[in-house]
């Protein structure tokens, strides 16, 4: 199973360029789709999850063709969107099973197992009776999970899930969307960088509309072996440093600032090399985007 999208092109009616030629090729597996707001993320995932219709350019699910054949992709696929929307005054129970109707699970018994296994995946089956309105952050995007995976959908697609969660809640969110990998495509489409290192065997980088980087996390950070350089300043010396050197990241440590720069070799003495994470890749990529933006 593989989703395989080719220069795809979207230009929003108020002139805005959300995709500008992505071209993507997606495995098996958990997916992770990084890029800052407004990268287009979510314009990507609603035309994958055809909510949405691109310009030009082609979307495959195996052999189904996701631009024209929507009945067939939505047969497959379990989408839990950015915004899941209003939640009523009804119970997890109630609501998932009400959600079980519309997927076309038309039989009570097997809806009911259904709908308590979901629960119990989700760690939300000792709260089932309780009103999805009155849930936690983190027990709402749970509850999105559950409803997202009724039918048993090879494709899920699962947009900005962590923002606004507290580390337990995202920790065991984690968990959760870890468990749901396999055998199936499962898209990631996230801002926060440990979402993906935590979970991705593959992934894409995605600024303005185009696709920055692919490949898997530990092959890219790789690459970047031996050009990341760290030092520990004042955040007055920050602005020089930004104008002799390519700061890919600055932030406080203990009240000092801690600068990563990308550079081929040490800058000067007081830099010591480090071990590229992910989080290096993904700012050196938008920097490097940026600054050719400025070449042009
Ligand atoms: P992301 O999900 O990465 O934050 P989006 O796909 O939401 O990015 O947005 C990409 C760009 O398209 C942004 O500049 C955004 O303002 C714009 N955009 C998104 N949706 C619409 C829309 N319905 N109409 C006009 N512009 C839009």
């Given at each position: 199973m593989a989703l395989t999208i080719s220069n795809l092109t979207k230009t929003y009616p108020?002139?805005?360029?959300?995709?500008?030629g992505v071209t993507l090729t997606i495995p098996n597996g958990m997916f992770g789709l990084l890029g800052p707001n407004g990268a287009g993320k979510s314009s990507l995932m609603r035309t994958i999850a055809t909510l949405q219709d691109a310009d030009t350019g082609s979307i495959w699910l195996d052999d189904i063709d996701v631009l024209r054949d929507k009945e067939a992709v939505r047969r497959v696929l379990g989408y839990l969107p950015q915004e899941f929307g209003v939640y009523p005054r009804v119970s997890a129970e109630e609501l998932l099973d009400h959600f079980a109707v519309l997927k076309g699970i038309g039989n009570s018994k097997e809806r009911k197992e259904t709908v308590a296994a979901l629960l119990q995946q989700t760690n939300l089956y000792e709260v089932?009776?309780?009103?999805?309105?009155?849930?936690?952050g983190g027990m709402k995007q749970r509850f999105g999970i559950a409803q997202a995976l009724l039918g048993n959908p090879r494709l899920i697609i699962v947009d900005e899930p962590t923002a606004g969660l507290d580390p337990a809640e995202r920790n065991r969110f984690h968990n959760l969307l870890s468990e749901i990998g396999e055998n199936r495509v499962v898209i990631l489409s996230t801002h926060i960088v440990s979402d993906v290192s935590d979970l991705c065997r593959s992934m894409a980088i995605i600024n303005k509309g185009e696709v920055l980087l692919t490949g898997d996390p530990l092959s890219v950070m790789n690459e970047l072996k031996g050009k990341v350089w760290k030092k520990l300043v004042e955040k007055t010396e920050l602005p020089a440093l930004q104008a002799a050197h390519t700061v890919i990241s600055s932030r406080l440590f203990a009240g000092k600032t801690v600068v990563h720069v990308l550079a081929d070799s040490a800058p000067d003495s007081g830099f010591e090399a480090v071990q590229p994470d992910l989080e290096d890749v993904y700012f050196a990529e938008i920097k490097n985007s940026e600054l050719k933006v400025a070449l042009q």
């Amino acid at each position: 199973m593989a989703l395989t999208i080719s220069n795809l092109t979207k230009t929003y009616p108020n002139g805005t360029q959300a995709l500008k030629g992505v071209t993507l090729t997606i495995p098996n597996g958990m997916f992770g789709l990084l890029g800052p707001n407004g990268a287009g993320k979510s314009s990507l995932m609603r035309t994958i999850a055809t909510l949405q219709d691109a310009d030009t350019g082609s979307i495959w699910l195996d052999d189904i063709d996701v631009l024209r054949d929507k009945e067939a992709v939505r047969r497959v696929l379990g989408y839990l969107p950015q915004e899941f929307g209003v939640y009523p005054r009804v119970s997890a129970e109630e609501l998932l099973d009400h959600f079980a109707v519309l997927k076309g699970i038309g039989n009570s018994k097997e809806r009911k197992e259904t709908v308590a296994a979901l629960l119990q995946q989700t760690n939300l089956y000792e709260v089932r009776k309780k009103h999805v309105g009155g849930y936690s952050g983190g027990m709402k995007q749970r509850f999105g999970i559950a409803q997202a995976l009724l039918g048993n959908p090879r494709l899920i697609i699962v947009d900005e899930p962590t923002a606004g969660l507290d580390p337990a809640e995202r920790n065991r969110f984690h968990n959760l969307l870890s468990e749901i990998g396999e055998n199936r495509v499962v898209i990631l489409s996230t801002h926060i960088v440990s979402d993906v290192s935590d979970l991705c065997r593959s992934m894409a980088i995605i600024n303005k509309g185009e696709v920055l980087l692919t490949g898997d996390p530990l092959s890219v950070m790789n690459e970047l072996k031996g050009k990341v350089w760290k030092k520990l300043v004042e955040k007055t010396e920050l602005p020089a440093l930004q104008a002799a050197h390519t700061v890919i990241s600055s932030r406080l440590f203990a009240g000092k600032t801690v600068v990563h720069v990308l550079a081929d070799s040490a800058p000067d003495s007081g830099f010591e090399a480090v071990q590229p994470d992910l989080e290096d890749v993904y700012f050196a990529e938008i920097k490097n985007s940026e600054l050719k933006v400025a070449l042009q």
